[in-house]
């Protein structure tokens, strides 16, 4: 499995999606933790970051393309 890139700003799908019924996360803060806040209900959740590449499926906007 080829490691997962993900930045600042990205909108992510998890593998376990919002009880709301959303699927789209944006991540907010990144550090040792990753924030993400629901697209939905704007509810966030700080994850530590090993446990957010495990949990996340994959990215559905990337903000840092061209970089
Ligand atoms: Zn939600």
Same mark, same amino acid.
């Given at each position: 499995?080829?490691?997962?890139?993900? %930045?600042?700003?990205? &909108?992510?799908?998890?593998?376990? /999606? @919002?009880?709301?019924?959303?699927?789209?996360?944006?991540?907010?803060?990144?550090? %040792?933790?990753?924030? &993400?806040?629901?697209?939905?209900? /704007? @509810?966030?959740?700080?994850?530590?970051?090993?446990?957010?590449?495990?949990?996340?499926?994959?990215?559905? &906007?990337?903000?840092?393309?061209?970089?």
């Amino acid at each position: 499995m080829e490691p997962k890139k993900f %930045a600042l700003n990205d &909108i992510v799908e998890m593998k376990k /999606q @919002h009880p709301c019924g959303t699927n789209k996360w944006k991540i907010i803060r990144m550090g %040792a933790d990753v924030r &993400i806040k629901c697209e939905g209900c /704007q @509810h966030s959740v700080m994850i530590p970051r090993r446990e957010f590449e495990k949990k996340m499926k994959k990215v559905l &906007i990337s903000v840092n393309e061209s970089n």
